[in-house]
């Protein structure tokens, strides 16, 4: 079990930047593969990256590669997002997201989410 919390959004100018936290209230995340995905108003939510339990390897989907980059410190029990060049389709409620075994791009694989946290990118 493990009890997740997103911190970090906030209104930005388009072209700007921030970084997205994730933090285990209970448990220890280096026991999970952990994603981020986001939700636009209207739209289904979707898959943004994600990274193994080590950080060896991770991934992100065409739409943020080479903007956005996953990371973790798994000593300070933390996932981050970092967003840099943000546009305005960015904008979204994003969730963070634990799954056990290998990393994961499918929203049924992760059991335990986060409360989400809302970005806005104005334009």
């Known amino acids: 079990q493990v009890q997740l919390a997103e911190s970090g959004g906030g209104l930005v100018q388009a072209g700007g930047s921030l970084r997205l936290s994730c933090t285990a209230s209970e448990g220890a995340l280096g026991n999970y593969a952990m994603g981020w995905f986001r939700q636009a108003p209207g739209k289904e939510r979707e898959f943004v990256a994600a990274i193994s339990r080590s950080g060896t390897f991770t991934y992100h989907a065409d739409s943020v590669k080479g903007r956005f980059t996953i990371s973790r410190d798994n000593a300070k029990n933390t996932v981050y997002l970092q967003m840099n060049t943000l546009k305005p389709e960015d904008t979204a409620v994003y969730y963070c997201?634990?799954?056990?075994?290998?990393?994961?791009?499918?929203?049924?694989?992760?059991?335990?989410w986060g409360q989400g946290t809302q970005v806005t990118v104005s334009s």
């Open positions: 997201a634990a799954k056990l075994g290998t990393t994961g791009s499918a929203e049924y694989e992760y059991s335990f």
